[in-house]
């Protein structure tokens, strides 16, 4: 059995989206449902105790927490030790959840691995309670085997969705705890507002193990605290880099000022891991900087300032985390990276964009175009998301699915059977609506600076149109309103059409016997003609992934 075979099996745990809909309206005891995962982990051979030997980091949070993991594992693995680290979602091969020393497990370990605990499972079937765990669970199983078999001296573990019933809590003993940013996600399941969500975060709280958390807004960081007293646990507060860095700023492996609070924690999670496993020169305590908050007037005590060695320094600089402000140029071609799909992390992703795009000098010798290629998922709110991309200006807007082909039949690392091709076409067409609806606002409220753009001269740059802003002002069925927008049916599609061969990876788009949309076809001539096309691929990290395996071929190796 090869690793496809593997995939495809694990394939088979997904849960049907026709039954993921009664789930959600019929949900059960989330106690319960922790307890099953302990069942399903003794019957594939463990015991929740034999995971104390795994030396865990625990991690939630709503944004941020697998970059803070990424920093912390990477820290670690600099001061010699073997790192495990478990992750979620993947963004081109499942078997990226599961690293060893910052690399996806081979195909061959997969393989072995998921075989074994499949079968074990297969073979304590019970006909009176459910057969086989669901496939985050499975996978939550089969990483804690991987890491315990392949001896890791840690395991960086970021939570699902949650905390407090998210099945990786059913970790006992972790040695330190982390909270990144919390933010409004996932409302169907954890709640519709930041207290509530606070409440399931600090959920992964531990009696005496220590815990840590980034600056949050004041009644979320509250809950937080009564959640470590609950427990009860130590809970502080990261101090801001700055605190660290006496003037030298700390370069960091990952782009954009929103990773710095990831940085922070991700020191913190460092350190009191060393410290409570007797390692030696972890960083000199100091006092607190000049002007900082004294601890007594938050809710939360700040953690100790402590210089960082070195090892940690080149930890931050080294970290490596894909689909995350990652920028690839690919001639003519810039694409800009980030899988955020919450408010405040969409938020960070447009001061990103702005640094590291829009501040680029415009070409001297031509045009240059902005697309977005957006997908958004779940329950979240896509006109607050598509809202914060307004300022962007871009001169497309581009929806599809996160499906990398019409059909995924041929590549099973990227199936999903939670949805309907039905269901994401009808949410990328909804997607699209409410894109226009925003731009008609726009222009109603800023005729001139939302215009559409014309060419002016062959090749030449780009520029306001005011006649035909004010002509899609008046409806009509020959042109939509604001209709520089367009749906895919796939992810390779829209590349095509976007690059329109210029990128040396994607093909020409295809458009032999086709009757082409308006926008398609006059869009295709500014791509075509354009000395800079920029494109900001967000809203979503399966959107991200589907994107990096088509442009980035070494992944899928």
Known sequence: MDYQDAIRTLNTLQTNASYLEQVKRERGDPQVQLEAMKGFLERSGLKVEDLDQLNIIHVTGTKGKGSACAFTERILRNYGLKTGFYSSPHLVQVRERIRINGQPISKELFSKYFWQVYNRLEETKDPAYASMPAYFRFLTIMAFHVFLQEKVDLAVVEVGIGGAYDCTNIVRKPVVCGVSSLGIDHTSILGDTMEKIAWQKGGIFKPGVPAFTVPQPERPLEVLRDRARESPCPLYLCPDLGAYEEGKVFPLGLAGDHQRSNATLALQLSRMWLEQQGYQGIGELKDLWPGAEPPGK????????????????????????????????????????????????????????????????????????????????????????????????????????????????????????????????????????????????????????????????????????????????????????????LVFPCISHALQWITQGRDPLLQMPTTKGLHLHPVASTGAVLLKEATVIRVLVTGSLHLVGGVLKLLDQSLSQ
């Open 298 to 485: 938050k809710p939360v005590p700040l953690a100790p300032v402590f210089r960082p060695s070195i090892a940690m320094v080149q930890g931050l600089q080294d970290a490596v985390w894909l689909g995350r402000t990652q920028v690839l140029q690919h001639g003519p071609v810039t694409w800009y990276i980030d899988g955020a799909h919450t408010t405040s992390s969409v938020q960070a992703c447009v001061r990103w964009f702005h640094q590291a795009a829009l501040n680029e000098e415009k070409p001297v010798d031509g045009s240059e175009v902005r697309v977005l290629l957006f997908n958004a998922t779940g329950d979240r709110d896509t006109a607050a998301l598509l809202k914060l991309l307004l300022p962007c200006q871009f001169d497309y807007a581009v929806f599809c699915p996160n499906f990398t082909e019409v059909s995924t039949a041929g590549n099973a690392d990227q199936q999903n059977f939670t949805v309907t091709l039905e269901n994401v076409l009808t949410r990328c067409l909804d997607n699209q609506k409410k894109w226009n609806q925003l731009m008609e606002e726009k222009v109603g409220q800023d005729l001139w600076l939302s215009a559409p753009l014309v060419v002016e001269g062959v090749g030449g740059r780009l520029k306001p149109d005011p006649l035909r802003s004010a002509l899609l002002l008046v409806p009509s069925v020959e042109r939509p309103l604001n209709a520089n927008s």
